[in-house]
């Protein structure tokens, strides 16, 4: 069961032209509360990992001088609700700086504030998100903090952009802060020596072992009840997404790695992804009526199992030994 019911899986795959982008807004839609600890880390924040997320639509037309209209696509934009007032955030993912990438955060957020604006008698009252942007790649001079400053007749107003370094955060400390997102991307702090790894089977072995320790890790911590089976698959399929594509030259780093995560998601694992969301569906079921509650989150979660593991509607049925009667009823509305 994702831990955000906003979309399904984005379209990840190697043909991709944004495959890294693809997996960001996968994990964030998917697995949202992921994200909550890297805000934490981020902007200093203190969420607990409870708080509720809700998304805002990720795709904005941009007027440009000559008169058309650019279609930009947002990593994310999401307000989180928690014990406080809600606070909006606009996190952008980055495989490498440019000179445009301010350029690009300005127009998301002044057009998410926008979106949200209200206009109140003669005064148009708006928001800009907290902003913030991970590059996947950094140096010494990629600053951990880039700033907007908006010049007016009555004044002038900065807006800080935070910067998050994926490649300075090695394992332990992914663990130790929660910040599971990361995890798809911890190929890159490797990039450098792929191609040695691809020629020497005992460095690669090194990294296998690392691999080898975030499998374990995962696994615990699905055990503990700390994130679902969902999440757990996700953050590794994420992860071959992300290999496939940085890699994809080097066979022998695909095929070490790809062997140590393993690939093909178990019965048993589609079964507890599928419980997993029964319970979530039930909750929500009982305050519309126990019997109807229930065969809606029924008919709900085939569609997701379906979608996600790409079973077809009678083997999602086989494996959760649906009744002849619910299978009726459930094959008129699929």
């Known amino acids: ?32 509360t992921l994200i909550l600890p890297v805000l934490n880390e981020t902007f200093g924040e203190h969420y607990r990992g409870d708080e509720k997320i809700t998304f805002a639509k990720n795709e904005h037309y941009i007027n440009q001088q000559d008169g058309k209209a650019d279609k930009r696509v947002t990593d994310s934009s999401f307000t989180v609700i928690g014990e406080k007032e809600p606070k909006k955030y606009l996190y952008e993912v980055q495989s490498t700086a440019d000179s445009s990438m301010l350029v690009r955060i300005f127009e998301y957020a002044t057009q998410v504030a926008l979106d949200e604006g209200e206009l109140v008698g003669n005064i148009l009252e708006v928001t800009i998100p907290n902003c913030a942007v991970l590059f996947l790649r950094s140096t010494k001079n990629t600053p951990d903090k ?28 992914i663990f130790q802060k929660g910040l599971l997102f990361l995890l798809p991307f911890y190929i890159f ?46 953050i590794v399929e994420m992860s071959h997404k992300v290999l496939e594509n940085l890699a994809k030259k080097y066979e022998n780093v695909k095929k070490g790695v790809n062997s140590v995560m393993g690939g093909k998601v178990l019965e048993y694992e589609t079964k507890t992804i599928f419980r997993e969301g029964m319970k979530e569906g039930l909750r929500e079921g009982k305050q519309e009526g126990l019997r109807e509650g229930k065969f809606e989150t029924l008919l709900q979660n085939l569609k997701k199992l379906m979608q996600k593991m790409g079973i077809s509607a009678e083997k999602a049925m ?17």
Request: overall charge negative.
């Open 1 to 32: 069961m994702p831990d955000n019911n906003h979309t399904a899986h984005s379209e990840t795959d190697s043909q991709s032209p944004t495959p890294y982008d693809d997996v960001a807004r996968t994990l964030l839609n998917d697995c949202s």
């Open 189 to 234: 702090s490797h990039e450098k020596y792929l191609e040695e790894y691809d020629k020497d089977q005992e460095k690669l072995a090194h990294l296998e072992e690392e691999y080898v320790r975030i499998m374990n890790e995962l696994d615990e911590l699905q055990l503990q009840g700390k994130i679902s089976a969902y999440t757990r698959k996700t």
């Open 146 to 173: 880039m700033t907007i400053k908006i010049s007016a007749s009555g004044g002038s107003l900065s807006i800080d952009v935070f910067v998050m370094k994926s490649q300075k955060y090695e394992l332990d400390e």
């Open 318 to 334: 086989d494996l959760l030994d649906v009744s002849e009667e619910e299978r009726a009823e459930l094959a008129k509305r699929i």
